[in-house]
């Protein structure tokens, strides 16, 4: 199968062009750089932003299918109007153009990113891929994100990827999680008391892998684990895991005064399960917390 993904060069992109390079698939990633480092052997490059119509999409018709990862990162600074803006463009006018060429032609499956901040703020609510939107900024750009697939549906199974916390050794939020505890300085924010949805990467690739293969997959598709924990039991098994005291408390207004707005993301409280992933018949390789941290920093501190 020839793959098409844009947003390769990212932590998951890259995590999921190495699997299928693996298994003998073609991958033609989309760049802005000719050149980007860190890509898996064998990977075709093409230069183009995704957000732009251009060239790209001649080379995107002649791929089977399309995985599209493609956005500004949400935690790259304080949200100014203008990272706002480059949030949501990122986004929106990155799969408005991937959608076109699959509704004229080409791959008959789009893979598509989203993230659970699409359900906005949840408290202890239990929330799976039937729930509606939330009000605030993330779920206005999510359900955006999401629409802009729809030129797609009309030719194309078309499933969306809800991604939660993604926990890899390499980068993303864990080495930012880890630090503190490194400093003797880790413990939960504020009570602890917010739910966190979390998945190891090896699961995200493969729910990306189950969305892309499984004929029966379409519509939304939760990204996370199936054991959401609360953000103090997060620090706790950090702790135990690097062996460090969990007990030093962030209090959550020193976390909003140094985030501004970006904080709501960090202390909301999403309960997410993935429903309908575990209804396609996946088994998460890591389907609990402590046994994820062991197996990716017991293996980086191998390194």
Known sequence: MRV???????????????????????????????????????????????AVAGPWQEELSRCDACVNLA????????????????????????????ASVLAAGGPSVLVSGS????????????????????????GHVAQEWEEATRAAVKRARVVIVRTGIVLAAEGGALPKLVLPFKMLAGGPIGDGGFWQSWIHVADQVGILRLALENP????????????????RDLARALGRVLRRPSLL???????????????????ASQRVLPRAALALGYRFRWPSLEPALRDLLLEESRR
Do not use: C
């Not at 980007?36 to 064998?42: E, L, Q, T």
């Open 216 to 231: 029966l997959a379409q519509g939304p598709v939760n990204a996370t684990a199936p054991d959401p924990v609360r953000n």
């Open 249 to 267: 408390v962030a209090p959550a207004f020193a976390v909003r005064a140094v985030l501004g707005e970006m904080a709501e993301v960090v202390l």
């Open 115 to 138: 993230a659970i901040g699409f359900y906005g703020p949840r408290g202890d609510e239990v929330v799976d891929e039937t729930f509606p939107a939330g009000n605030d900024f993330l």
């Open 4 to 50: 098409f993904v844009t947003g390769a060069t990212g932590l998951i992109g890259r995590a999921l062009s190495a699997s299928l390079v693996a298994d003998g698939h073609e991958v033609v990633a989309l760049s802005r750089a000719a050149a980007p480092a860190g890509m898996p052997a064998g990977t075709r490059i093409v230069k183009g932003d995704p």
């Open 71 to 98: 956005g500004e990162p949400v935690a790259g600074g304080r949200w100014t109007d203008e990272r706002r803006k480059r949030i949501r463009d990122s986004r929106v006018l990155a799969t408005r153009n991937v």
